[in-house]
């Protein structure tokens, strides 16, 4: 049975939002969870680019009966399953479409948790995307346009799923106090700090947790999968291999 569900949606790009839910489906991962990501971004595709893979069927060719639904999942970073794009889109995927292709993979899969990282904006797919999961959160960055563009999402996915929180990304010194952006968006599950590294871990294709286990960015990303988790999850120092995580505490 699965533990919960989450999208992970945007008011517009470039926040890093595929940036967030990618590492912290690595932590979910790493912590023992059988969690499945879902790049449900069928036109900015960037999961696969993320995690360093290189995918011969993906969900565009689950959607166009080219892929049975075992095909299109993937063993990504720290045990990771991943259900790409593709990178190249072949056509645009109705949302009624969508619906049936991830609900085929979750049938197959059967994960602990789900997160599918949904298109920016507020188009019919982001909306479908939402509505499948238990759950949805925000990412979005501590400027004016970003935090008015997030609360417009908010405010529109009122009532298609439970609202978990807001994730701040790329934060620097905040433009607005903390009590304004909560009133806006919040609850604020984590802030994560701008940090130059991050663009070099996109580039290498190994999620930022594993290189940089012991940075603010990735205690921070470690807060977020607590929240999904409903736990509070830590590094294990123990671990030989890096990146390797563990529960702190059991579930109830």
């Known amino acids: 049975m699965m533990k919960k569900s989450v999208t992970v949606v945007s008011g517009k790009g470039g926040t890093g939002k595929s940036f967030v839910t990618c590492n912290a489906a690595v932590v979910l991962a790493g912590a023992g969870f059988k969690t499945l990501i879902v790049d449900a971004d069928t036109t900015m595709a960037s ?4 995690y360093g893979i290189s995918p011969e069927k993906t969900l565009q060719h689950l959607v166009a009966g080219e892929a049975r639904p075992e095909e299109v999942v993937y063993e ?3 045990g990771t399953l991943v259900v790409p794009a593709g990178a190249k889109l072949r056509r645009r995927i109705r949302p009624s479409e969508l619906d049936a292709a991830i609900s085929s993979v979750l ?6 948790y789900l997160l599918i990282d949904a298109a920016a904006g507020l188009d019919a797919d982001v909306v479908t995307s939402v509505m499948m999961t238990e759950y949805h959160a925000i990412v979005c960055n501590p400027e004016i346009t970003s935090l008015a563009d997030a609360y417009k ?3 529109v996915l009122n009532g298609k799923s439970r609202y978990l929180g807001a994730v701040m990304n790329k934060v620097g010194r905040m433009e607005l106090s903390k009590f304004r952006v ?3 968006i ?3 599950l984590a802030a994560i700090p701008d940090d130059s590294k991050v663009k070099e871990s996109i580039n290498s294709g190994v999620p930022y947790v594993l290189k940089h286990p012991e940075s603010i960015v990735t205690k921070q990303i470690f807060k977020f999968a607590s929240a999904i988790a409903g736990v509070e999850l830590q ?3 123990k671990g030989k291999r890096l990146g390797f995580l563990k529960k702190k ?3 109830a």
């Open 47 to 50: 999961v696969e680019i993320l």
């Open 76 to 78: 990504g970073p720290n």
């Open 107 to 112: 049938e197959v899969v059967e994960p602990d």
């Open 153 to 155: 999402v908010k405010v």
């Open 182 to 184: 909560t009133g806006l």
């Open 186 to 188: 919040g609850p604020i």
């Open 235 to 237: 590094p294990d120092g």
């Open 249 to 251: 505490k059991q579930e």
